[in-house]
């Protein structure tokens, strides 16, 4: 279970975080949406302790996230699988290349790379393009293929920040329906977008932000 527990970021003046406070089951799916600024980037990145909060706990299995110590944060990195807003995909290296970095940081066994590559490839359905470099993907490919990178480590849970953002409908619905696939085998998925008429339509719980702040939380089913 994760748990956000009173948790508030300020940058100097700027609030980006107030007192938010909710809780993710294992194996739950959520999306979390609010416009522009609202701040669901910064949970996020004090989920995976890029940042620590002003105030407030991150509790993953009863362990507070903002006490681990620097030496920690890996394992804590291996236990979430982000799919970036930006992507982060290094434009030199291709797409099987890109996902192996991920294997190389965890130390995962050379000699399991291509089987394990492969395995998240196919599940995405980029088997074939598995040599090109990230500007020859099309922007639904390169959003399939930053899910494969996030879930080629196996963490519990996949954080996938706006990965619709820019898709049209159709590659929209089939990008959400990996995530509903990846759900499906046990992974904890939380979900940010703008979207809310394609959040509705996934009848899963949404939890509402504005202003650093969570002002709806509710089941659409
Ligand atoms: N490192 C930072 N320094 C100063 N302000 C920041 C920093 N990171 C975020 N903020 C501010 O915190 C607020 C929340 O930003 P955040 O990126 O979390 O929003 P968001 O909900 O992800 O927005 P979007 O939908 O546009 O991605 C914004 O007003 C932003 O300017
Ligand atoms: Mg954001």
Known sequence: MIEFKGLTKTFGKIVALQDVTFKVDDGEFIFIVGPSGAGKTTLLKLLTREYKPTRG???????????????DIPLLRQKIGVVFQDFKLLPERTLRENIEIALAIKGVD???????????LKLVGL???SDLFPAQLSGGEIQKASIARALVINPVCIFADEPTGNLDWGTAD???????????EGKTIIVTSHNKELVEKFGKRVIEM????????RNTK
């Open 127 to 129: 088997s074939d393009r």
């Open 110 to 120: 050379k000699g399991q790379w291509i089987a394990r590559v492969d395995q998240v």
């Open 210 to 217: 504005k202003n650093g702040k969570v002002i709806k939380d």
């Open 57 to 71: 706990e991150i509790l993953m299995d009863d362990v507070d996230i903002v006490k681990l110590k620097k030496k």
């Open 174 to 184: 089939l990008i959400m329906d990996l995530l509903t696939k990846i759900n499906k």
